[in-house]
């Protein structure tokens, strides 16, 4: 079920999501994504208490983390910064995106994947 839910919330990045339910979708527990937070690695909406809540975003790069930390056997600490990381190619690929679509359509680049 957490894996449909987890395909829904990755299509839909505005949808929140509790603590519990992101840690069930993303295969970490409540207290390691407590240690993200604190870590600022992983940041909640603000104002939401008692449980914190969570943009839908962070649901593909969690799962990412969480899979090569099971594959490389990574602690926390290395899972903060490498999802710092992914957030921040994210943030520099959305941005890039935005000025490809101001070029005309004959000077931009072929897009290479």
């Known amino acids: 079920m ?10 839909d ?11 069930e979708c993303c295969g970490l527990t409540a207290s390691e994504l407590d240690e993200l937070v604190d870590y600022n690695a992983l940041t909640p909406l603000d104002g939401v208490v008692p449980e914190r809540i969570f ?4 649901v593909v790069p969690l799962r990412t983390v969480a899979r090569l930390r099971l594959d490389f056997d990574l602690d926390l600490f290395t899972v903060a910064m490498m999802l ?5 190619i994210a ?3 959305q941005q890039v995106q935005s000025l490809q679509a101001l070029l005309p359509q004959r000077q931009r680049a072929p897009h290479h994947e």
């Open 91 to 93: 943030q520099l690929e």
């Open 84 to 88: 710092g990381q992914l957030d921040r």
């Open 13 to 23: 990045a505005s949808a929140r999501i509790g603590l519990t339910e992101l840690a």
């Open 55 to 58: 943009s839908a975003h962070w």
């Open 2 to 11: 957490f894996d449909e839910q987890a395909e829904w919330l990755s299509l």
